[in-house]
T-cell receptor
Framework: ELKVEQNPLFLSMQEGKNYTIYCNYS?????LYWYRQDPGKSLESLFV?????AVKQEGRLMASLDTKARLSTLHITAAVHDLSATYFC???????????FGTGTSLTVIP | NAGVTQTPKFQVLKTGQSMTLQCAQD?????MYWYRQDPGMGLRLIYY???????DKGEVPNGYNVSRLNKREFSLRLESAAPSQTSVYFC?????????FGPGTRLLVL
């Protein structure tokens, strides 16, 4: 079973600042996913990372994957209030259909 | 395209009652999933179906059963609800890479 750990669990940051959310996982995996969830809503796919060194960017968010370190990061650049949400990473074994989610990082961007 | 739909949106049950949560997708995806989300615990996989006619247990299958009725529909049944099953339940489908989630069902078991 793949264990996925995120940190921090809670993050309060000022608008305009940069920060990184970390996602560590326990066993070999070449696929890592990032999702966003707004309060009371469903999950929305942000990034799909499928190989070592993969980097994806969308707006102020950039995700990367280092399979050797079993680490993915979600970097936030010049945060704005609209980015306030809970962010989840999820991984899956290289063979199989299962996904294992981290506990989420609750991000609050303060004006 | 409605995407992934779930019914009902909310449900209150008494301990011992049974119910079925319905999920349907109109995107012709092979794989479908049921998760539960509890505060501070992320999403945990209950059951999944890699294709029509197949189902497999996830991390937390006890107390649940599933049916993959056809390619579109994947239902989750609670035979005898317990307070520990109070949660938000999400269905998802997957064409290949990522998953697409339904809006969720909030279940309260008293």
């Amino acid at each position: 079973e793949l264990k996925v750990e995120q940190n921090p669990l809670f993050l309060s940051m000022q608008e305009g600042k940069n920060y990184t959310i970390y996602c560590n996982y326990s066993t070999t995996s070449d696929r890592l996913y990032w999702y966003r969830q707004d309060p009371g809503k469903s999950l929305e796919s942000l990034f799909v990372l499928l190989s070592n060194g993969a980097v994806k960017q969308e707006g102020r968010l950039m995700a990367s994957l280092d399979t050797k370190a079993r680490l993915s990061t979600l970097h936030i650049t010049a945060a704005v209030h609209d980015l306030s949400a809970t962010y989840f990473c999820a991984g899956g074994p290289n063979t199989g259909n299962q996904f294992y989610f981290g506990t989420g990082t609750s991000l609050t961007v303060i004006p | 395209n409605a995407g992934v739909t779930q019914t009902p949106k909310f449900q209150v049950l008494k301990t011992g009652q049974s119910m079925t949560l319905q999920c349907a997708q109109d995107m012709n995806h092979n794989s479908m999933y049921w998760y539960r989300q509890d505060p501070g615990m992320g999403l945990r996989l209950i059951y999944y179906s890699a294709s029509e006619g197949t189902t497999d247990k996830g991390e937390v299958p006890n107390g649940y059963n599933v049916s993959r009725l056809n390619k579109r529909e994947f239902s989750l049944r609670l035979e005898s609800a317990a307070p520990s099953q109070t949660s938000v339940y999400f269905c998802a489908s997957r064409p290949g890479k990522t998953q697409y989630f339904g809006p969720g069902t909030r279940l309260l078991v008293l």
